[in-house]
């Protein structure tokens, strides 16, 4: 009976190892905040704190008010928080259809990743940290992210960007961690547009839609 409960822990100890890592190499896709996206807060991936309660701040830097139908854009994720060393994000784009809008034609394939998936039946693309894009050991950051977008061949109206990041505290743990979740909006020539661009305890500070993400711990 003892030499079973041993196993049962070593399995469970694999599986829990084994789950961090995938974490660490980058978030699972629908989890940026976006309308019919998963909420991890509830699988208890990070349970400590509320979305965006954190004295951190992430941004979405380039981002024009207006875009200009296929133009590349260089954008910039920014993440900090005093106290943490490890960081993710996963990032998405849709239109006022809720299906992607534009795409990323330049990413470091080192730090990042890009995948596709679905909505309600909609398609969107997902960017977000790889392994070696956490950041490991960056204390406090800022840590950034660098990648170009490239606007739709035609005028979509308003196009909102999500983004979701994770300031971890790299216990491997679903404790400890900070998320945060933001969203920025960029509207075709003929219009306007209303930008949400940074989160964190400041001053430009606009809390969103709460979500999470399974990123890193």
């Not at 694999?14 to 980058?26: C, E, K, N, Q």
């Not at 894009?133 to 960056?138: E, F, R, V």
Request: charged share 25%.
């Amino acid at each position: 009976m003892k030499s079973i409960r041993i196993v049962v822990f070593i399995w469970i100890t694999l599986f829990i190892t084994v789950l961090a890592y995938s974490y660490i190499r980058g978030p699972k896709n629908k989890r940026t905040g976006a309308p019919g996206e998963q909420i991890c807060v509830a699988s208890k991936c990070h349970v400590d704190h509320e979305v965006n309660s954190g004295p951190g701040k992430l941004s979405l830097l380039g981002l024009p008010r207006e875009y200009e139908p296929k133009k590349d854009y260089p954008l910039t994720v920014r993440l900090q928080q005093k106290g943490q060393k490890i960081w993710g994000f996963e990032l998405t784009a849709i239109n006022d259809s809720l299906s992607e809008a534009g795409k990323i034609v330049k990413f470091d394939r080192h730090k990042l990743q890009l995948d596709e998936d679905e909505v309600n039946g909609e398609t969107r693309f997902y960017l977000k940290h790889t392994r070696r894009g956490t950041h490991l050991g960056t204390k406090n950051g800022p840590v950034e992210w660098h990648f170009t977008w490239q606007a739709p061949a035609k005028p979509e109206g308003t196009i909102t960007f999500y983004v979701a990041g994770n300031a971890g505290n790299g216990n491997k743990e679903p404790t400890g961690d900070y998320i945060y979740q933001i969203k920025v909006k960029s509207q075709s020539p003929q219009g306007s547009v209303s930008m949400d661009s940074t989160a964190g305890k400041s001053s430009e500070m606009m809390k969103q839609d709460t979500t999470t993400m399974d990123s890193v711990k």
